[in-house]
């Protein structure tokens, strides 16, 4: 019997790589055309980000929040469950996040997207990697083109699109809906990592991208604040003399 540190990670896959990749031709298939509903709400979100019209937060919350119900249930909990007995406790999740992004965007000014310079260009590349990488790459990995991952229909994409939207956006209560979605990209990985994918590297690169704007954000705060205080300090230090004559 073989000892249990000489098992790989396919070992442990409960499904065959044809099994997975099947998942999406039938999900495809099945919600045609909802499909195309739910790509043109990410290009309808990006729209709402750059010209940011009144409450333009709360409805790229509504929608993000529509978009992970539709993926929790249809695609998680009504086919990935079925070959994958862990994605039962994973779907519920899914149910949070929704639930997260509605009272979040809801709340007065909860989601406001006006984060410029290197933010946005990672949000925007995070965003364009969900919409238009993701659906292409069958055609780079010889599988059918029907097995395509479509934003708002398969869970990657629609998880690294919201990631992209998130590094976009300011809010008092962001980081209460980060959790989840970077908890998924690492669940996802160790799964197409089990079976051979680069595509695990995708999700991977999406959690390094949020990490390292979080980092650089964090960072430029931090200056800003303190040379808000050192000018103050100044001012401060300037005032003093002319006040005590």
């Not at 989840?180 to 051979?196: D, E, N």
């Not at 994918?197 to 990490?211: C, F, N, P, R, T």
Request: charged share 10%; with cysteine.
């Amino acid at each position: 019997m073989a000892q249990w540190w000489s098992y790989r990670p396919a070992d442990l896959l409960l499904f065959s790589p044809r099994v997975y990749w099947r998942m999406f031709e039938l999900q495809n298939a099945q919600m045609w055309p909802l499909a195309l509903l739910t790509l043109s709400a990410g290009f309808a979100m990006v729209l709402l980000v750059i010209w940011r019209p009144k409450d333009h937060g709360r409805w790229i919350a509504i929608i993000l929040a529509l978009l992970w119900a539709i993926v929790g249930y249809s695609f998680v909990w009504n086919r990935y469950a079925t070959i994958n007995w862990a994605m039962a406790y994973v779907a519920p999740m899914f149910a949070l996040q929704s639930i997260l992004l509605l009272i979040v965007g809801i709340a007065s000014n909860g989601l406001v997207f006006t984060q410029r310079g290197f933010a946005s260009w990672t949000g925007l590349v995070l965003i364009a990697s969900a919409l238009l990488l993701y659906p292409v790459l069958p055609f780079f990995s010889g599988t059918p083109w029907r097995q395509m991952q479509l934003f708002g229909m398969a869970p990657d994409p629609t998880v690294i699109g919201t990631l992209g939207l998130l590094v976009l956006a300011r809010g008092r209560y962001l980081a209460l809906l980060f959790p989840i979605p970077v908890l998924w990209c690492f669940i996802t990985a160790l799964t197409l990592s089990a079976m051979g994918s680069a595509q695990a590297w995708l999700a991977l690169a999406a959690v390094a991208v949020v990490l390292t704007t979080g980092v650089g954000l964090a960072l430029s705060r931090r200056q800003s604040t303190t040379q808000c205080r050192m000018t103050a300090r100044r001012l401060h230090g300037m005032s003093a003399p002319s006040g005590s004559r």
